[in-house]
DNA sequence: TAGTTCTTCTTTACCAGTACAGTACCACGC
DNA sequence: GCGTGGTACTGTACTGGTAAAGAAGAACTA
């Protein structure tokens, strides 16, 4: 059948098939004058412009950048906060032209879009480093940037001063006053509810770290607090039941420090349908600074962290690890750590004197 | 430089080029000895794979789908609406191995992902089908499916009950007993502020249908709505101030209908810091029924409609375009249609006997 | 006027796979 | 002892481009 290339419109033309390849990918080669005519005959056969996977073999570029998400995709995408960062990212690529494939990982092995889609590189946002995906992109030698994650020797890296942050948010409730402070978290794999074991056990970089910078500042303070860990599962439910859980201990807590402000919002209303006021019954502080945060009642005290800013400098890391990968054989990656920072609102306060009992 | 290739691999096993290939992609033409014995050389090789780029151009197939997003991927990703549409894609998406590859609407026009990335086709969400991304997308003759937007000929399409939906809206509160309605939209293109042209004159396909839901319900009612539109750049601001402008006129609305959920948590707040109260002053409809919507205090009366099934059916709709288009030259889509529900919480009650002012 | 450089186009040599049509060998049935 | 069908592997012929060096004529320099 017909299919038209560049071939085709050589012969239209009169000229050799590399000057039509230049007509179109490289215009200072050739006069405009040819170009024109090259144009205009490729144009009457319906000719749409070079093929991307014949030309992304030929060149060895695929003109788009993977994302890899924990998990499901599924999972990752309800989060609002990672929309912010892939608009972050968008602000980097678009200007590039590159496009952005989410690769997910695979339920089957016989396709796997880490390994089987072609890509000039990956940004790896948030996932276990052992599992099969990234360890296909590791095998495959892209450049990748790892976002929220663990650093990894001679890989560029993008996270935020998370340990800094949570320690901050701990370190307030601890000046305020409060004595008994429960956490709430989030994540995948390991064990849920109250938390026993060592921060160090956990999987999810981010929530280790968080986690860390919270005991810190308890620690230091000789508190101990109840960690209660909540699976990702029902994101209707984010910090709900956990909340309840904490406010039904002997020893309620007066302070809940949360992973993520959508959590904060659930435990915020946890606290309120359990006939208790925040802040002064009960203190909450949130992670992340989303645009709820500010709009919740009362107004959320958290700890910023500039999402699409993260986004930007992952999109950023990852196009230069591209540029540095065509020429060098391999270079050693920088390690960017963002800035974090603790937004004081109205959700925070100090304990009460006396403890008023839960109605409902 | 020792690239490894198919070939390397066969020279080592000594067989055929076509025998390796058949080892990573057809397991079932060649005895599982020799395939576990080639496996175990690649292995050792460091070979990792098919190459993608190779294998999409002898193949013929990219292993990825483009999502088209209207204007700027920035802009369309900050809605949440959209992650739970992108959830739905992923839905039908990862069982088949398939990637997903955001297309970005380029500033420039010498590198254009909707022309010059590959896949294997896509899906155009809510976009000016005038655009020069759609037009190179329809060059390409890719399988397509466009949701949310105006179905063509030829086409494979979603939609959800747009004007039905808006019908529902707009006639419950008449039914409340409302006669001064305001409208708050949002949109791109075309007039911002209060609107005077008819709704036909709009771009966006999404905010056409909704509008003339609107109006179909309240023409027939006899009652001419005041339509302010707000143009979507500031996307915390979402219905702030165009409320305001609602609230300002001289005929004070009792009830607002609102373009999106989003929306109507900004109409609330500024209702309310207005110093009046929903709905005993002023009744407020969305639209979506995000999580959200549920958790507002008035919780929000909304249309519901199911974004994740409209990402599903997008999805699926697509899979199939792509598996016909192999087959037969040309398939004429199906145009599918989601319904849309009205449901009634707290925020619109019948309008007040008198005219409450309005405070600050 | 000859040498040099530019511009413009062409030649050659890949890029790394897959589809499809063989071919060789074996077992089976009668 | 010969067709018949199945399994296991191979040979040939593509897929549609790009990079890099080469060639031919025009313009520029000395």
Redesign the pocket.
């Known amino acids: 059948m017909g299919?038209v290339?560049?071939?085709t419109i050589?012969d239209h033309v009169?000229?050799?098939?590399?000057?039509v390849?230049?007509a179109?990918?490289?215009p200072?080669?050739?006069?405009?004058?040819?170009?024109d005519r090259i144009l205009a005959v490729a144009n009457d056969l319906g000719?749409v412009?070079?093929?991307p996977?014949?030309?992304a073999?030929?060149?060895?570029t695929a003109g788009t950048v993977g994302l890899l998400l924990s998990d499901t995709l599924t999972y990752a995408l309800t989060d609002e906060v990672a929309m912010t960062f892939l608009a972050g990212i968008s602000d980097e690529l678009v200007p590039t032209g590159l496009a952005l494939t989410l690769l997910p990982a695979s339920p089957q092995d016989t396709i796997v879009p880490a390994r089987d889609v072609a890509v000039d590189g990956a940004l790896v946002y948030s996932c276990d480093p052992q599992s099969t995906a990234v360890g296909w992109l590791l095998r495959r030698r892209l450049p990748l940037v790892f976002v929220d994650q663990a650093a990894a020797p001679g890989i560029a890296s993008v996270n935020i001063d998370d340990r800094l942050g949570a320690r901050a948010a701990a370190q307030h409730v601890v000046d305020l006053g409060h004595r008994r402070v429960a956490i709430v978290t989030i994540g995948h794999g390991g064990e849920y509810g109250v938390l026993a074991s060592p921060p160090e056990a956990l999987v999810a970089n981010t929530e280790r770290q968080r986690l860390l910078g919270w005991t810190d500042a308890l620690g230091a303070a000789d508190i101990e607090p109840v960690v209660i860990r909540q699976p990702h599962a029902e994101p209707d439910d984010m910090g709900y039941t956990a909340a309840q859980i904490a406010l039904g201990l002997a020893d309620r807590p007066t302070a809940i420090l949360c992973f993520s402000d959508a959590i904060a919002g659930g435990v915020i209303r946890a606290i309120q349908d359990a006939g208790l006021r925040v802040p002064e019954d009960v203190s909450v502080v949130g992670f992340d600074d989303n645009p709820l945060a500010r709009r919740t009642r009362p107004a959320l005290t958290t700890v910023r962290q500039d999402v699409r800013a993260k986004g930007r400098a992952a999109a950023a890391a990852l196009i230069t690890a591209i540029e540095r990968a065509k020429t060098r054989p391999a270079g050693r990656g920088r390690h960017i750590v963002l800035p974090t920072e603790l937004v004081i609102r109205d959700s925070t306060a100090p304990p009460p004197k006396t403890i008023a009992p839960a109605k409902r």
Chains 1, 2 share one sequence.
């Open positions: 299919r290339t560049l071939q050589a009169g000229v050799s098939r590399m000057t390849s230049n179109f990918s490289r200072d080669q050739l006069s405009a004058r040819l170009r000719y412009g070079p093929d996977t014949a030309r073999l030929a060149s060895g």
